[in-house]
């Protein structure tokens, strides 16, 4: 594919999607490479609406194939929470610090052995002549009580990924790369792309 669009501004998820996508898409643009590029209304009650909302207003406003994705943790003795609201756990406008923040209050009568817990994402794929596809990824984990390490984004510091020693946080991008709830997902989009070819 010549072109891809990827509707956030994120520059941490660009990196990611960048790396992800490598040899399929010649190049990758995000919101920010342009003007006036619209601010979806996140509204859905699930990650696959919200991520077919933005999916869909990028390929209309640019006129190029456009992805999306929605992710976030869900937290099982939080009921799922904070789910779609991930993002904004600690309000509108939150940053990761707040967020994180708030997971640990949320948590704080939480017995080690009930924090499982799960990264999400739900990746969809518009074309302006109308194609829509979804791709899901997930990867299991549980909360830890502080966060640990430096890298990555969002929860990544609280989130001890099963099968590891490590936090999200901890882990090398590309060991990252290959484990992710967005890697997993990317796996199957990647194979869609191919078929594309």
Do not use: W
């Amino acid at each position: 594919m010549k072109q891809l669009v990827v509707a956030t501004r994120n520059q941490g998820k660009i990196v990611e999607i960048t790396a992800l996508l490598n040899g399929l898409v010649d190049h990758v643009s995000s919101a920010a490479d342009f003007i006036d590029f619209p601010e979806t209304i996140e509204d859905g009650d699930t990650f696959e609406e919200n991520a077919l909302k933005k999916a869909r207003e990028a390929a209309s406003f640019t006129a190029l194939p456009a992805l999306a994705d929605d992710s976030g943790l869900v937290v099982d003795a939080l009921n799922g929470r904070p789910g779609v609201f991930s993002a904004r756990f600690a309000g509108d406008g939150a940053g990761d610090a707040a967020n994180n923040t708030r997971l640990l209050e949320e948590c704080r009568n939480v017995p080690g052995e009930h924090r499982q817990a799960a990264f999400v994402c739900v990746l969809a794929f518009v074309t302006p002549e109308g194609v829509e596809r979804l791709f899901t990824g997930r990867v299991a984990g549980r909360i830890l009580s502080a966060p640990r390490g430096e890298g990555g984004f969002g929860y990544d510091p609280l989130f001890l990924v099963d099968g590891f020693d490590c936090s999200m946080a901890e882990l090398e991008l590309a060991e990252k790369n290959r484990v992710s709830h967005r890697a997993r997902a990317f796996m199957k989009f990647r194979e869609y792309l191919a078929t594309m070819e």
